[in-house]
């Protein structure tokens, strides 16, 4: 490679992986890594959890600035790419820079979706994605006594959780006929429905969101839901999804849905441009499908993967999907996608505690949700990475012992 090096647009965890994977794997050209935020890169994961309750901004930076004085990772914060000219290996600057590169890695991330309803620009209307938001939202929590949340996923629920602890007055709309329902099965969601509404929070589901009602001072006084009623509110918290930041790519003529797509080594149809995390749309090798995962442990490993093949690896991408949520009710785990299970099995952990929900559809296993049940949650990680693929019918020979059976083949491995 020439002298332009690396360039990695969004300094986010997958931007910042990539970084310090090069780095770590003996990559010695230069490295560039472009954020639109001020600041080191740092945890998203917190923000709708410790951080609502705790604050501590310097707990959150994944690493400190001599971290890249020391790798000779140059960092160019709060800045905006304006384009980039693949046919000069270039990305142009809002402030008129061209920065040119050998390989260019887009971790653009994902923003917010919005609604399309009144009131969304009203005071004490709010999101939370960014440590910006999160800074908004610790303020405003210590001033507000009923908070209305629309949307009952991942960031909503951890989000109700934080502020029925400060002592606020929740409610949870969800459109939906279940809580988390893109990312759980039933059984799950209804645990965790009843944990929020056993500790006061008021869920409710299939009510869909008129308009945010404003009050004179033109801050939000309540939303009115559809079917006519109205939920007092002094703030009001839209967690509806994210959106791909993909534009740039496709203005750039990379192909784009949902995402920007990759192939099996996470390349653009440009050889010198790759994309990761949350903005990658890639084709999942156990299912066959094109996916999107927006979570810290693809960021990572997609970042991992592609710091890899540009050091010379050639492996098709593939490792094991998981996630998690801290909420009322416990920690919540997924291992592997389990959207779309014909037959789900629901037992309990080793010491009767944790819940655990094994997901197959047909014959083939595609991943286990549990909540406090980490040993368990472990090993199916470990029995989804496996090849050839354990099967349902060998899970119920263990009688959903998922540890057991992980360790027999670990047993195996080493004979």
């Given at each position: 490679m020439?002298?332009h090096?690396?360039?990695?647009a969004g300094?986010g965890q997958?931007?910042?992986q990539?970084?310090a994977?090069?780095?770590?794997?003996?990559y010695?050209?230069?490295?560039?890594?472009?954020?639109?935020?001020?600041g080191?890169p740092?945890q998203?994961?917190?923000?709708?959890?410790?951080y609502?309750?705790?604050?501590?901004?310097?707990r959150?930076v994944?690493?400190?600035?001599?971290?890249?004085?020391k790798?000779?990772?140059?960092i160019e914060?709060?800045?905006?790419?304006?384009?980039?000219?693949?046919?000069?290996?270039?990305v142009?600057?809002?402030?008129?820079?061209?920065i040119?590169y050998?390989?260019?890695?887009?971790?653009?991330?994902a923003?917010?979706?919005?609604?399309?309803?009144?009131g969304?620009?009203?005071?004490?209307?709010i999101?939370?994605?960014?440590?910006a938001?999160?800074?908004?939202?610790?303020?405003q929590?210590?001033?507000?006594?009923?908070?209305?949340?629309?949307?009952?996923?991942f960031?909503?629920?951890e989000?109700?959780?934080?502020?029925?602890k400060?002592?606020?007055?929740t409610?949870?709309v969800?459109?939906?006929?279940?809580?988390?329902a893109r990312?759980?099965?039933?059984t799950?969601?209804?645990h965790?429905?009843?944990?929020h509404?056993?500790a006061?929070?008021?869920?409710?589901?299939g009510a869909?969101?008129?308009?945010?009602?404003?009050?004179?001072?033109?801050?939000?006084a309540?939303?009115a839901?559809?079917?006519?009623?109205?939920l007092?509110a002094?703030l009001?918290l839209?967690?509806t999804g994210?959106?791909p930041?993909s534009e740039l790519a496709?203005?750039?003529?990379l192909s784009?849905?949902n995402?920007?797509?990759?192939d099996?080594?996470?390349?653009t149809?440009?050889p010198a441009v790759s994309?990761?995390?949350?903005?990658?749309?890639?084709?999942?090798?156990?299912?066959?499908?094109?996916?999107?995962?927006?979570?810290?442990q693809?960021a990572?490993d997609?970042?991992?993967y592609?710091?890899?093949?540009?050091?010379g690896?050639a492996q098709?991408?593939?490792?094991v999907?998981?996630?998690w949520?801290d909420?009322?009710g416990?920690?919540?785990?997924?291992?592997?996608?389990?959207?779309g299970?014909?037959?789900?099995?629901?037992?309990?952990?080793?010491n009767?505690k944790g819940l655990i929900?094994?997901c197959?559809c047909?014959?083939?296993?595609?991943g286990?949700?549990?909540?406090?049940?980490p040993?368990?949650?472990?090993?199916?990680r470990?029995l989804?990475?496996?090849?050839?693929p354990v099967?349902?019918r060998?899970?119920?020979e263990?009688?959903?012992?998922?540890?057991?059976?992980?360790?027999s083949?670990?047993k195996?491995e080493?004979?």
């Open positions: 020439t002298a090096g690396i360039v990695i300094a997958a931007g910042f990539t970084a994977s090069l780095r770590g794997g003996g010695t050209g230069p490295i560039t890594l472009l954020g639109d935020e001020p080191l740092y998203r994961p917190p923000l709708s959890k410790a609502l309750e705790h604050g501590a901004d310097d959150l994944l690493r400190k600035p001599h971290f890249f004085a790798h000779g990772i140059g914060a709060d800045c905006r790419i304006d384009a980039i000219d693949r046919s000069r290996q270039a142009m600057l809002a402030d008129g820079r061209r040119t050998d390989h260019l890695v887009l971790a653009l991330g923003r917010n979706r919005g609604l399309s309803i009144a969304t620009d009203l005071g004490r209307v999101e939370l994605r960014t440590l938001h999160a800074r908004h939202i610790r303020e929590l210590a001033a507000a006594h009923r908070v209305v949340i629309i949307g009952g996923g960031i909503g629920l989000f109700a959780t934080a502020a029925h400060r002592g606020c007055a409610t949870i969800e459109a939906g006929d279940r809580l988390m990312a759980v099965c039933d799950i969601s209804a965790y429905l009843a944990a509404r056993q006061g929070v008021d869920v409710r589901l869909k969101v008129s308009h945010i009602i404003g009050n004179a001072e033109g801050r939000a309540g939303v839901l559809a079917d006519g009623q109205t007092d002094d009001v839209i967690a994210v959106v930041n496709a203005a750039a003529g784009a849905d995402g920007i797509l990759v099996e080594i996470l390349l149809g440009d994309a990761v995390g949350d903005c990658a749309a890639f084709v999942h090798r156990a299912s066959g499908k094109r996916i999107r995962l927006e979570s810290v693809n990572a997609q970042a991992k592609v710091a890899a093949r540009i050091l690896s098709p991408y593939d490792t999907a998981w996630f949520s909420q009322y416990g920690k919540l785990q997924i291992a592997g996608l389990t959207a299970a014909d037959e789900q099995v629901a037992h309990r952990s080793i009767g929900v094994d197959f047909g014959s083939t296993y595609l286990t949700e549990s909540v406090d049940a040993a368990e949650h472990i090993a199916a470990k989804l990475g496996l090849q050839p099967d349902k060998t899970i119920t263990f009688e959903h012992d998922l540890r057991a059976l992980a360790g083949f670990l195996n080493r004979a």
